[in-house]
T-cell receptor, first 115, second 113 residues
Framework: SQTIHQWPATLVQPVGSPLSLECTVE??????LYWYRQAAGRGLQLLFY??????ISSEVPQNLSASRPQDRQFILSSKKLLLSDSGFYLC??????????????FGQGTRLTVV | AQSVTQLDSQVPVFEEAPVELRCNYS??????LFWYVQYPNQGLQLLLK??????LVESINGFEAEFNKSQTSFHLRKPSVHISDTAEYFC???????????FGAGTRLAVHP
């Protein structure tokens, strides 16, 4: 069965420090991968998605970047964190059928607090 | 562009009362529809989905949703809620040619004793 691992679960980082969040998927090949963010009291914001190794689509301009060095690995990074980067970060992958998403699977999330 | 509107940001309800969480979408073509649930500090879990067939879909824990094409709605209902149903609920839509799900802003369901 497919599983998705996301770590760390919680992270407290000072303003201006770098960030690296990692997500790996098991039990599937060539998945579409996604990074979402939830700010406090707000909905899901899609940050990046990737349809293959080295292919990254950015949904909103921001202080973050993403990379996909391997088929089942997706990394979210920042060179210098801002206070506004605080939030709950979720990694996800999707199943497709007939050119449409038929299901999305989410990791357990990383709670990032920038201080 | 397609969008999903969840009309209520918060829904307070007493235990054992019925509840309806509303979801409307905008799309001129056929869509797949989903409800996800998120418990505090966790990821999202699929609650139920409509891909085709019967317009009424059910989850294993008593929730149901009905796809209404004419009203472009996919409201989530439960006849009797439990304290454990307290969570945030997200409606989402999938459309051909899009590599992603489009999510609504979420509805926070708070069940009180």
């Amino acid at each position: 069965s497919q599983t998705i691992h996301q770590w760390p679960a919680t992270l407290v980082q000072p303003v201006g420090s770098p960030l690296s969040l990692e997500c790996t998927v098991e039990g599937t090949s060539n998945p579409n991968l996604y990074w979402y963010r939830q700010a406090a009291g707000r909905g899901l914001q899609l940050l990046f998605y990737s349809v293959g190794i080295g292919q990254i689509s950015s949904e909103v301009p921001q202080n973050l970047s993403a990379s996909r060095p391997q088929d089942r690995q997706f990394i979210l990074s920042s060179k210098k964190l801002l206070l506004s980067d605080s939030g709950f970060y979720l990694c996800a992958w999707t199943n497709f059928q007939g050119g449409r998403v038929i299901e999305a699977f989410f990791g357990q999330g990383t709670r990032l607090t920038v201080v | 562009a397609q969008s999903v509107t969840q009309l209520d940001s918060q829904v307070p309800v007493f235990e054992e009362a019925p509840v309806e969480l509303r979801c409307n979408y905008s799309s001129s073509v056929s869509v797949y529809l989903f409800w996800y649930v998120q418990y505090p500090n966790q990821g999202l879990q699929l609650l139920l989905k409509y891909l085709s067939g019967s317009t009424l879909v059910e989850s294993i824990n008593g929730f149901e949703a009905e796809f209404n094409k004419s009203q472009t709605s996919f409201h989530l209902r439960k006849p009797s809620v439990h304290i454990s149903d307290t969570a945030e609920y997200f409606c989402a839509v999938s459309n051909r040619g899009y590599n992603k799900l489009i999510f609504g802003a979420g509805t926070r369901l708070a069940v009180h004793p």
